[in-house]
């Protein structure tokens, strides 16, 4: 009985690791679809990655937490400012049905009309899976300087 007992406990862990390994893929690749559509100008996938009535953030800029200004982010692509993204040293914990999300970012933004600011970053993205779905309800970016090396 006592073997019979331990090989359900196994199983069971077992089972649980898959699951989590899978949300952690999930996550790798939820994320690589938010850093192609911010580089994409893709305003639709940008805005597809993100829960619309919960989101906010905190800027490395310094501004307090808010929401997205969605008519500005528009306006913005539609300009053709772009961010390409490349994230280092990647972290994923999976908590049930939310997500921490862990890198350090390079981040290249350019535009017709600005110039072009490079930033690194560590940044940290909450995420909850709605509906099967993982969506983004929080983004906090930092500065690094001086710049961290990979």
């Known amino acids: 009985m006592k073997l019979i007992g331990n090989l359900l406990a196994v199983l069971v862990f077992w089972g649980v690791s898959i699951v989590h390994a ?14 192609t559509s911010w580089e994409q100008g893709d305003f639709e996938g940008v805005k597809s990655t993100i829960a619309i009535d919960d989101m906010d ?40 049905n939310t997500a921490l999300y862990t890198a ?6 350019t535009g017709p009309d600005r110039d072009p600011v490079l930033e690194t970053r560590r940044s940290t993205n909450v995420l909850i899976k709605e509906k099967g779905e993982w969506k983004m309800v929080h983004w906090h970016g930092s500065l690094l300087t001086p710049v961290n090396p990979e």
């Open 22 to 35: 899978d949300d952690r893929q999930d996550v790798l690749d939820f994320m690589s679809t938010v850093y």
């Open 57 to 96: 953030y905190y800027h490395p800029n310094g501004n307090l937490i808010e929401a997205p200004d969605w008519v500005a982010m528009k306006l913005g692509i539609e300009a053709g400012n772009r961010a390409k993204i490349q994230a280092y040293h990647q972290n994923v914990r999976i908590y049930g």
């Open 104 to 109: 350090y970012e390079r981040v290249n933004v």
